[in-house]
């Protein structure tokens, strides 16, 4: 089985300071972890994507995502928030056993202040 | 940068009603899916399509829903006899491979508003 959790439903930051979404997750396999944007009325980006290659993972926009297996955790993080990256954002977990469907997290909406 | 369309962007049906939505998945991608997000919650998995079948659905995708790929470049979702609680936005997703390994490209979604 698979599961994962975004600990936080929002995150308020002001613009140039840094990012922090949490997202913890649980899988029965080795798991293959990712990020997803979905901005207003948009469809959903794929920021970034771990798969058992290297655990510091970097994606578009600045973005990147640590994979900690110890603490079942993928955190996504940027140094300086942009207004451009107010939306909602999604973490997703994929699963050996599990590999036609993906579970996605609540989502956690960032608000960025100017 | 290849794209998944999706079509129509926005659908009024009433309730009872059959509703097609329809997807054209990147071209050499294999691996297709159907996702929901009814508003103000998450994003739902309805079902995964390889080879001409269905490899896995969830317990959402009943009777009332069936996918169909009729010319090898459309890929289409159809709900029989649409309830008020369809309303939502459909997302269909393609990828390359298993999205254990890539991940999916994601369209930009059908909203379905059943009234």
């Known amino acids: 089985a698979q599961s994962v959790t975004q600990l936080d439903s929002h995150v308020s930051v002001s613009e140039g300071t840094p990012v922090l979404l949490r997202c913890n997750y649980s899988?029965?396999?080795?798991?293959?972890l990712f990020w997803y944007v979905q901005h207003p009325n948009k469809g959903l980006q794929l920021l970034l994507k771990y798969t058992s290659a290297a655990t510091l993972v970097k994606g578009i926009n600045g973005f990147e995502a640590e994979f900690k297996k110890s603490e079942t955790s993928f955190h996504l993080t940027k140094p300086s928030a942009h207004m451009s990256d107010a939306a909602e954002y999604f973490c997703?977990?994929?699963?050996?056993?599990?590999?036609?469907?993906?579970?996605f997290g609540d989502g956690t909406t960032l608000t960025v202040k100017p | 940068e290849p794209e998944v369309t999706q079509t129509p962007s926005h659908q009024v049906t009433q309730m009872g009603q059959e509703v097609i939505l329809r997807c054209v998945p990147i071209?050499?991608?294999?691996?297709f899916y159907w996702y929901r997000q009814i508003l103000g919650q998450k994003v739902e998995f309805l079902v995964s399509f390889y080879n001409n079948e269905i490899s896995e659905k969830s317990e959402i995708f009943d009777d009332q829903f069936s996918v169909e790929r009729p010319d090898g470049s459309n890929f289409t979702l159809k709900i029989r006899s649409t309830k008020l609680e369809d309303s939502a936005m459909y997302f269909c997703?393609?990828?390359?491979?298993?999205?254990?390994?890539?991940?999916?490209?994601f369209g930009s979604g059908t909203r379905l508003t059943v009234v």
């Open positions: 997703v977990v994929s699963d050996g056993a599990n590999a036609g469907k993906s579970t």
């Open positions: 997703a393609s990828s390359v491979g298993r999205p254990g390994g890539h991940g999916y490209t």
């Open positions: 071209s050499n991608h294999l691996y």
């Open positions: 899988s029965s396999y080795s798991p293959s």
